[in-house]
């Protein structure tokens, strides 16, 4: 009997914990959910679309992509064109649309030739964000990446400073890409605007590559010997173009201000062979695509549109911070 | 004892009931941590501040900086000076960042002179954004709003459709404010370059005000016949200008294009006496910037910069869509 009212005592103590943690639960329950706004599942899943798909420049996007999936509880895939082939890119993204994702980034290869297959996702309600390279008259939600126009112009910028604000330059670039263009155009304009004593004499493409851009820079440099200065709008286009001036022994006689943060850039600026490059926030680029496209089923749903665009910035990497960039991304 | 023995096995039960309780709350308890990445305490506040602090014009904003709060659960205060007062501002930030909110929201009410209160609250560790009104070189993390050189632009191309290519043109705007410069220099480019029959006549300070707009409309339709079209960037000036026109008896004659959805304009673009007006997203600009403060402090912490700008975009109003937007925010 006297075990029997123990045991009793203990079985009360424990109803009372037991009625104390379920009102307590209870409480915290309702709290949670208004808490609980950024709860997705993993069989949402967004997927990531890209060109030249096995290149170093990706990653850092993805990392963004993924970092912010870890952090909604959403999955991500990662797909893309293998080649820099805009009909690859355009099978590429017929073949998720029809996976029907819960959403898709983009970086689009031509500024308009995918359109019609951009309006086709949002025709089925699929949110669709372009990252890093914008199709503008298209009807993706929104545009996240670099202004590309300001960075051009502050390339500009910097060109004059390293070449006191005279002389002849050269771009090389990828003309068919909308974030070249664009970077094109506000180096070209602020030379134009800004520089009377400076000049862009040719606009090459590289077409992405850095064996093209090597040659093209090499040709130029031996028809115009005038030319003081290149940028390259592309990231595998500055070391191209460093090999190539120092094929022509004119090594510290031609400023090279490239784009990005690859590792061979990098060295480049650490040894002096290149002088500046314009670093984008890469994975800024990716987190807030994989947040906005999220946004976009969770909250705002249909009654909002989201921003039009993202500017995620721009750094210009010198000798001086160099090494703050290795392994940064 | 019978009575004992029923109260024994009810204990039990409920006993049992805990224990399968407990373990899955448990379990729940560590998906929620997972699951719950966006959420904050109501102790954490985050303060927009504004000027004229007592306008229409706010409303929208602060709605959606209180519905991304709501969001995440957090608190909101809104501070602002009451008139269009640049030291009243200074002194109302200054109080503001001495309480160590946990982010800031600010329109600034000029480009430069609150640079030194906004690097404050940088060394500080306050995150702060501004938005609708940009201070483009303090220290603040990121701008949240319209890109108001396209909306400029885009405005120009409205008043030479409206004007059939030619004729002169006059701007009201608030000269000392940055969104409004951007606004009047992006007209005033697109006019010059792509208009050669268009001309911008006159630029002139409404400084914020219906009756002001209004009485420098009129001495400028007085002082020159040949303005057919008035632009105005701010939000109380197209009422004013409105009132001016109908009063000089050129109803119709002069085409009016204004800037934001207040009522009134909405109200004239419905009569016909405003021709169009550019509706910003107050909203967005609102959200984003709460959103944007609150990623900063909960993942983005000190490890990565926000992005530079948010481009929260524009809509034309026209007599077409008008009626859309009544009570839309």
Redesign the interface.
């Known amino acids: 009997m006297k075990k ?1 009212l123990v ?2 005592a203990v ?2 103590c ?2 009372f ?2 009625v104390y ?2 009102s307590r ?1 209870d409480k915290t329950g309702s ?2 959910a ?6 997705g599942s993993l069989s949402e899943k967004y997927v990531m679309v890209t060109f030249q798909s096995g290149i170093e420049y990706w990653k850092s996007g993805l990392k963004g992509f993924e970092d912010a999936a870890q ?3 959403v999955s991500v895939e990662y797909r893309g064109a293998a080649h820099y082939d805009v009909h690859e890119q355009t099978t590429v993204l017929e073949q998720v649309i029809a996976k029907k994702p819960a959403g898709i980034a983009l970086s689009a290869i031509d500024p308009k030739a995918l359109n019609p297959v951009i309006d086709k996702a949002h025709e089925q309600g699929i949110p669709l964000v372009l990252f890093d390279s914008d199709a503008p008259l298209s009807k993706a939600s929104a545009y996240v990446g670099t ?1 590309n126009m300001k960075a051009g112009a502050e390339a500009a910028r910097r060109m004059a400073e390293f070449l006191d604000g005279k002389g002849e330059t050269a771009i090389i670039t990828q003309p068919r890409q909308y974030n070249h263009q664009e970077r094109t155009k506000g180096f070209e304009q602020t030379i134009k605007q800004k520089y009377p004593n400076m000049k862009v004499a040719a606009v090459l493409d590289g077409k992405g590559d850095e064996l093209t851009s090597k040659k093209e820079a090499a040709k130029i440099l031996e028809k115009n010997p005038s030319i003081k200065g290149i940028f390259t709008t592309e990231a595998n286009g500055a070391n191209g173009v460093a090999r190539a001036v120092k094929a022509a022994g004119l090594e510290r006689e031609v400023c090279i201000i490239g784009f990005d943060k690859d590792k061979k850039t990098l060295d480049g600026i650490k040894s002096g062979s290149i002088s500046a490059t314009m670093g984008q ?1 890469t ?2 680029m990716g ?2 695509s994989l ?1 906005m496209l999220f ?1 976009s089923n969770h ?1 705002l749903k249909q009654e ?2 989201l ?8 750094t210009i990497i010198t000798k001086e911070n160099v090494a703050a960039y290795y392994a940064n991304d």
């Open positions: 029997l045991v009793y079985m009360l424990l109803f914990l037991y943690d379920y639960g709290t949670e208004s808490k609980r706004p950024a709860a952090l909604f509880n202004n926030d994975w800024q987190y807030w947040h946004f909250h909002r549109p921003p039009a665009a993202i500017d995620t910035g721009i």
